[in-house]
């Protein structure tokens, strides 16, 4: 099964294809984690991302395509893949298009309230990256981290300024690509307030596994 996964920031998209690579037996392929695999590996793809990430320019959509082209040559894509942030312009989605056919693309829909809820409370530990969130995953002590025991601190990209500046940025750029593949018939809609598991289970029964 070929499937791409859109949703804005703090959809928790990451968190359900992790759980559904295991249901559906097939790798979920993020392009963050394909840029920073070539990039740790020195591939020639890799050393073009690096150099064009440090001039602070966009890695263009022929870079990307590359990249998501070679990763779903390998053998362990032969059976399925799941896609999360490709494509995200309609070049892309064409490019996909050429490459494998796509059986369905999961749009999981949040509501402003709740992504800024979501994502302002987390917090992070510096010197390990441990995650925490004030809700839902709190420390044992507020504010500080269980095993150094640090104080925790609150990313920039996490403030709620920034945070909508994410999600205008997201729409204005995803908005024609869950037109695109409406047209298609190929968009589910699928609500992502609930928690993972939940939401996990709305997944496996709107693809009738």
Known sequence: MNLVFLGPPGAGKGTIASEAKSTFDIPHISTGDLFRSNIKGGTELGKQVQAILASGDLVPDSVTI??????LGEADAQKGFILDGFPRTIAQADALEGMRKVDAVINFVLDREQIVARLSGRRVCKSTGRTYHVLYNPPKVEGID?????????????KPEAILNRLNVY???TEPLIAY???KNLLIDIDASPSPEVVLASLVKALGK
């Open 171 to 173: 729409e204005a750029q």
């Open 146 to 158: 269980d095993e150094t025991g640090e104080a925790l601190i609150q990313r920039e990209d996490d």
């Open 181 to 183: 593949y409406r047209a």
């Open 66 to 71: 590359a990249m998501v082209e070679q990763r």
